[in-house]
């Protein structure tokens, strides 16, 4: 085993020393390939095609600021690294803390003298910033051990071929553009007020609220309410539709509401922010259509992300955009209009997720440098929402699968977790979920499980494993017939055995006719 790795490992780098002297005796450019952006795509596709293939790559980013609303901010590592994903689920393990110390108590556990714990926000702050600071610094890092070289500053499209970083325009073979998007706020009357904040400056609050406003009915609107909640905050989320998590399965929306108002978070569904208006006590007065009047701390808007595609040359080269939306159109190959520039990770329409932007960067190194061009696989990604509790997916939700496959069984449960079966008095604020879509019988692909969902603990860990399975093609009857752990919550996967009951396609468009009735 040791000698076929070493011979593997051999293979590679043979390969990547063949292509690079066959792109030395071919180069034409400055570079084989320029990215715009160091996120987490342009750094993966960047060191993938310097390392994996011996390009000749150089990358431009923004210097690093821990909140980056102006375009002239940034740093390596994008928004997941620095004001995303890591921040979020560092606040999010710090918000359970206080619950985790109430629920000891039905355990046998107290302290002494009936001492409530206190937080120390800015200690809080201070060791999260050292974090993100330490990840931008270990993606230069990264950077240099693949030989890419580096640019800060802002960099933009001249013609297919040039870029220009600070008034220097390099050319390139290829031009790859990964710039990811920006949070914004709704221009409503007050939206400019001191106070107002996006997802960047909660995450950088030097105060923690005592009342706080979520805008938005988003995965990302959910994750900061249930976070700053758990630290004590009087959350309340607003979003105008009557469920959150719209192209959730409607099961896991209709859970996860119930769950949060169970703990305590204010939701107030169906309602639009109308006006913010400064109150003479320097708080904010946040006013809905329906009457709603809050007075706040701040007004936190999550509704939605615009991508960084605007003032990078892209238009004037002819690269195409959505003109809704803004963001870089794409082929399979992540290919634009202009046949050398290529776009991956957010800044174009696919899925915005950080694993699939290091997926959409491997595979367009392949494609420019491999010799093999190859398609980024979007089908079946597993991915998470971290509310509290956390929900986990794959595959497709109830309506789509019955669309999709003409009939699907629905398998669903619902139980309260072992931990709280002790008297901790939050048995029904972490009730578990898990659903699977199984095709039906006498439908093409029947047994097949195209759709699994959870609410509940650890829900993210468990839907990595079984992304894994259901990328494999697995059907119900492997899940049947695979010994379960005992005792885990995750053993119920293998021992759901009752249909819950079977929905059609035709059910869906009843539904939506119904629906549209209404």
């Given at each position: ?91 999010i ?152 998590l ?34 003479a ?8 259509d329906k ?10 808007f ?71 061009p ?27 699968a ?12 619902k ?80 021992t ?7 929905t ?15």
């Amino acid at each position: 085993a040791g000698r076929r790795h070493r011979r593997q490992a051999a293979g590679v780098a043979w390969r990547g020393l063949r292509s690079a002297v066959t792109l030395a005796a071919e180069r034409e450019y400055d570079y084989d390939l320029f990215t715009i952006g160091g996120g987490s795509g342009g750094v993966r596709g960047s060191r993938w095609a310097a390392s994996q293939f011996g390009a000749k790559v150089a990358l431009a980013e923004l210097p690093f600021a821990i909140v980056s609303t102006k375009l002239t901010q940034g740093g390596l590592g994008g928004t997941c690294v620095i004001r995303g994903c890591v921040p979020k689920k560092l606040f999010i393990y710090g918000s359970h803390f206080h619950e985790e110390i109430a629920d000891a108590a039905g355990y046998g556990w107290t302290l002494p003298n009936g001492v409530e714990p206190e937080l120390d926000w800015q200690k809080l702050l201070r060791a999260k910033n050292a974090e993100v600071t330490r990840l931008n610094g270990i993606y230069k890092r990264l950077l240099d051990g693949a030989g890419v070289e580096h640019f800060e500053g802002y960099a933009r499209v001249v013609d297919p071929h040039t870029v220009e970083v600070n008034g220097k325009r390099i050319t390139s073979k290829y031009i790859c553009v990964a710039t990811g998007g920006r949070a914004t706020v709704l221009p409503i009357p007050g939206s400019d007020l001191r106070g107002v904040l996006t997802s960047d400056e909660a995450l950088a609050l030097p105060q923690q609220p005592k009342k706080l406003v979520v805008v938005g009915g988003g995965y990302i609107a959910v994750e900061f309410a249930g976070y700053f909640h758990g630290y004590g905050t009087e959350v309340h989320l607003v979003f105008r539709g009557d469920l959150p998590l719209r192209g959730f399965d409607e099961d896991v929306r209709s859970h996860l509401l119930e769950l949060m108002r169970s703990r305590g978070i204010h939701v107030h569904a169906g309602e639009n922010p109308l006006a913010i208006e400064q109150a003479a006590d320097g708080q904010l007065l946040f006013k809905t259509d329906k009457g709603t009047e809050l007075a706040v701390d701040n007004v936190m808007f999550a509704t939605g992300r615009v991508p960084n595609s605007k003032d990078v040359g892209l238009e004037g080269v002819g690269v195409e955009l959505d003109p809704r939306s803004g963001k870089v159109l794409v082929d399979e190959y992540s290919r634009t209009s202009v046949e050398s520039i290529f776009a991956i990770g957010d800044v174009t329409d696919r899925i915005q997720l950080t694993p699939v932007a290091l997926m959409e960067g491997m595979a367009m190194a392949r494609t420019m440098f491999g010799g093999e061009p190859v398609k980024p696989d979007h089908e079946n990604v597993p991915s998470a929402v971290f509310s509290q509790p956390p929900i986990g997916t794959c595959g497709l939700t109830e309506e789509e699968a019955a669309r999709k496959y003409g009939s699907v069984d629905v398998y669903m449960t619902k139980f309260k977790p072992m931990k709280h079966t002790m008297p901790t008095d939050r048995g029904e604020q972490e009730k578990i979920l898990m659903k699977m879509l199984v095709v039906s019988d006498g439908f093409e692909g029947a047994g097949r499980v195209v759709g699994l969902h959870m609410v509940g603990a650890e829900a993210g860990e468990m839907m990595q494993g079984l992304g894994v399975a259901m990328k494999a093609g697995a059907k119900k009857s492997d899940f049947d017939s695979t010994v379960g752990i005992h005792p885990t919550a995750a053993e119920e996967w293998c021992t759901m055995r009752t249909k819950t009951r079977t929905t059609t396609a035709e059910d869906v468009r009843a539904a939506k006719k119904e629906k549209v009735a209404a």
